[in-house]
């Protein structure tokens, strides 16, 4: 079992910051491709920001400039450094992983979501 236990989420001022983290656990071989998602009330859930094993990183437009993606192998957790935030910014973030679990003899692949954690910024 892979888990994705995240932390930082809450309530904060327009303009404010807030770093997210996620630190995934479990009988992991590697993990590939890190990422944040986020769904706000009535709308999909939307890609945020991805990281590769190799630190290349992919932003959304919306956030681009503002958020920063970065990931700490050694403690298998990715970090989302969020700044500038707008009150369109407000939404469930959800932390992602493409992994290979260790199952016995099997090396399997997976995607693994974290429960998601609120963020809200209002005034």
């Known amino acids: 079992q892979v888990q994705l236990v995240e932390s930082g989420g809450g309530l904060v001022q327009p303009g404010g910051s807030l770093r997210l983290s996620c630190a995934a656990s479990?009988?992991?071989?590697?993990?590939?491709?890190m990422g944040w998602y986020r769904q706000a009330p009535g709308k999909e859930r939307e890609l945020v920001a991805a990281?590769?094993?190799?630190?290349?990183?992919n932003y959304a437009d919306p956030v681009k400039g503002r958020f920063t993606i970065s990931r700490d192998n050694a403690k298998n957790t990715v970090y989302l450094q969020m700044n500038s935030l707008k009150s369109e910014d407000t939404a469930v973030y959800y932390c992602?992983?493409?992994?290979?679990?260790?199952?016995?003899?099997?090396?399997?692949?997976?995607?693994?979501w974290g429960q998601g954690t609120q963020v809200t910024v209002s005034s």
């Open positions: 992602n992983a493409d992994v290979h679990t260790i199952e016995v003899l099997t090396i399997r692949r997976l995607v693994v």
């Open positions: 479990g009988s992991i071989f590697s993990i590939n491709t």
């Open positions: 990281i590769t094993s190799g630190g290349s990183t």
